[in-house]
């Protein structure tokens, strides 16, 4: 589900983008990149060339699924920066000549062109971020689009459900407040259990949490209250940094299952 309107996705997907370019064309291809410290950047520049490239033939394929072909890496940093300039205007001119409401194929249970529009703003600011951290700079996060970040992150990032898995609600109510924004996010936890047909791998009893309506009546309180800005708490939630600027009230216990669970990859 999109929050914000499809021209801001993509305003925001070729701002970000440029923003990466601009950032990396300046620093050293070893430098190293924090948030990712298997990578320096010329493998940074080339893990988003890639995504951007697989996305927009993703696009140019819908509603099929594309087959995967790796294409080959260029040697020189100058030759890598070319190659993400020709396959980010990829993307973002795919984008732009498709409806988001067409069907396209993606990984989630949200099969449209509007899904990955979305994924691609958001892939991009944190990419964008991970450039700027290897650099030692930093600029700012756009508020509205760092908020929608946030809610992506709890709700499909971590909150989504493969179909072939289910679900069972516990006990725990988590809300998350973008102080700057006025959104609030209704977290509950449960248990995740279902065997992934692809790789094989079975799940018991996994606890994780779903995004879900605000309760109804006004004497159902939250366990526990994680409330800051958009950009922090986005970066946050990405393990990017930023829990300097979050606070946090209730539970501990409940503080305790939340923080393990966003520290853990996103799969």
Known sequence: MTRLAPETYLDHLRSESARFREVLAAREPSARVP??????????????????????EVVRARPARPEEVDPPRPESYDDLLEVFDE????????????????????????HTVGFILRRQAHEALVHRV????????ASELDPVLAADGVHECLDVMYGGMPTWGSWEPGEGLVRVDVTDTGDSFWLRFGTFAGTDPDSGTSYADEEDFHVVPAPEGA??????????PAAPLDLWLWNRGGSEELSTAGDRGVLGRFSTIVASPIN
Request: with cysteine; aromatic share 10%.
């Open 87 to 110: 396959w980010s205007r990829d993307l973002a001119d795919a984008l732009a000549a498709a409806d988001p409401s067409e069907e396209a194929w993606n990984w989630s249970s949200d």
């Open 219 to 228: 004497e159902v309180e939250p366990d526990l209250v994680v409330d800051g």
């Open 130 to 137: 991970d450039a700027e951290q290897a650099a030692g700079v």
């Open 35 to 56: 948030a990712c410290p298997d990578w320096d950047a010329a493998d940074l520049l080339w893990h988003l060339a890639t995504v951007q490239h697989r996305w927009a």
